[in-house]
């Protein structure tokens, strides 16, 4: 069974930083693009940033400039390095991989990891 497991969420004044990881466990052949989504009270769930295998990188308007993605495929984890964060970060964030099960690849979500930006 294939988990992803977030980590590194927590309260943080609005200007602070936090890194968020996720690692994905269980039995598989391989992580294909990897992901952070948020979802904040009321809203819908939004991209943040997404990584493909060899790198690539896309983000989401709002976060462009002040978070970076990346990821260790030796350690099947990815990271979310958020600097300059701002009380409208405050939000549930969801790590995503498409992952390799014998045949087939499929989307897994993690159980989320709550980030507040609060003085």
């Known amino acids: 069974q294939v988990q992803l497991v977030e980590s590194g969420g927590g309260l943080v004044q609005p200007g602070g930083s936090l890194r968020l990881s996720c690692a994905a466990s269980?039995?598989?052949?391989?992580?294909?693009?990897m992901g952070w989504y948020r979802q904040a009270p009321g809203k819908e769930r939004e991209l943040v940033a997404t990584?493909?295998?060899?790198?690539?990188?896309n983000y989401g308007d709002s976060v462009k400039g002040r978070f970076t993605i990346s990821r260790d495929n030796t350690k099947n984890t990815v990271y979310l390095q958020m600097n300059s964060l701002k009380p409208e970060d405050t939000a549930v964030y969801y790590c995503?991989?498409?992952?390799?099960?014998?045949?087939?690849?499929?989307?897994?979500w993690g159980q989320g990891t709550q980030v507040t930006v609060s003085s």
């Open positions: 995503k991989g498409a992952i390799r099960v014998v045949l087939n690849t499929h989307d897994y």
């Open positions: 269980g039995n598989f052949f391989s992580i294909n693009g």
């Open positions: 990584i493909t295998t060899g790198g690539s990188t």
